[in-house]
């Protein structure tokens, strides 16, 4: 079973940075496309950044230039590093992986979430 597991959620004032880590267990990490997204209270969830197997990424507008996004396929593991950390930053933050077989069939797996607080 895939499981995913995420860390360095917290509180930081704004302007400040935070370094979120996932790691993944369960099966070959590097054939998976990773993701973060996040929920803040009353609104929806939304994508923040993608990292396919090969490394190509892709953001939100609402964090290019502050959020950085990485993978280390020999630790299994999918960073984010968040600088210049803004008020409206502050939600869950989830972990996303997910492949298509070549039946299409999608696999999809998610961590628990981790909260990320910016607010002097």
């Known amino acids: 079973q895939v499981q995913l597991v995420e860390s360095g959620g917290g509180l930081v004032q704004p302007g400040g940075s935070l370094r979120l880590s996932c790691v993944v267990s369960?099966?070959?990490?590097?054939?998976?496309?990773m993701g973060w997204y996040r929920q803040a209270p009353g609104k929806q969830r939304e994508l923040v950044t993608t990292?396919?197997?090969?490394?190509?990424?892709n953001y939100a507008d609402s964090v290019k230039g502050r959020f950085t996004i990485s993978r280390d396929n020999a630790k299994n593991t999918v960073c984010l590093q968040m600088n210049s950390l803004k008020p409206d930053d502050t939600a869950v933050y989830y972990c996303?992986?997910?492949?298509?077989?070549?039946?299409?069939?999608?696999?999809?797996?998610w961590g628990q979430g981790t909260q990320v607080t910016v607010s002097s």
């Open positions: 996303n992986a997910n492949r298509v077989n070549l039946s299409g069939i999608r696999y999809e797996y």
């Open positions: 369960g099966s070959i990490f590097s054939i998976y496309a």
């Open positions: 990292i396919t197997g090969g490394g190509r990424t």
